[in-house]
């Protein structure tokens, strides 16, 4: 059946579970679970509901309840400079990792994914990437809608820093599996 998101407001498909759990699928927030107490709750306020947005969008199978969700709140509740990152790296993954891959974006529908609270914001963000040499914007469309593209700059940043991430995942695990041993 089909209802308001609880986050976005917007109309979409959702599945009730007798545990007290709701499954929505919206094409804004994601695929998520929240508990029908906190859903209608009062104590979610417009502002925590962006950035919850931004946590179900970016973390699959996110289950929502009142004891958990401002904990959600804050884990995306970055300082700009490292969503800003984020959202190379989103913009990275949408252009399938080319440079000056043109890139059609809903201020409205992609603010989430790319780790922007609201529509306003992510025009800033996306302001903040052009200056800084990251992105280009190619069109504005006469509704919400802008085509970007990432540099060849902000390309090579974002392959070195995900090189980076795996590295450092890879250092974590022999040193998980040394102390193993020694522990043997
Ligand atoms: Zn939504």
Redesign the pocket.
């Known amino acids: 059946m089909s209802e308001n998101?609880p986050?976005?407001?917007?109309k979409?498909h959702v599945d009730r579970f007798q545990s007290g759990l709701s499954n929505?699928d919206?094409p804004?927030?994601g695929r998520f679970g929240i508990s029908r107490t906190l859903a209608h709750s009062v104590i979610l306020n417009a502002e925590d509901k962006q950035w919850l947005?931004i946590y179900t969008r970016s973390t699959p199978d996110a289950k929502l309840e009142t004891s958990n969700y401002t904990e959600a709140v804050e884990s995306v509740r970055l300082p700009l400079g490292q969503r800003l990152q984020k959202m190379i790296t989103a913009l990275y993954d949408l252009a399938g990792g080319g440079a000056g891959v043109e890139i059609e974006l809903s201020r409205l529908e992609h603010a989430p994914l790319c780790w922007a609270p609201s529509p306003e914001e992510m025009n800033a963000m996306l302001k903040a990437l052009e200056i800084q040499g990251f992105l280009e914007v190619k069109a504005e469309r006469p509704d919400d809608g802008v085509i970007v593209a990432l540099t060849a700059g902000a390309v090579v940043a974002e392959q070195a820093r995900s090189q980076e991430e795996e590295e450092e995942r890879q250092r974590q695990q022999s040193r998980g599996t040394l102390g193993f041993q020694r522990r043997q």
């Open positions: 998101c986050l976005c407001n917007r979409v929505y919206c804004r927030c947005s």
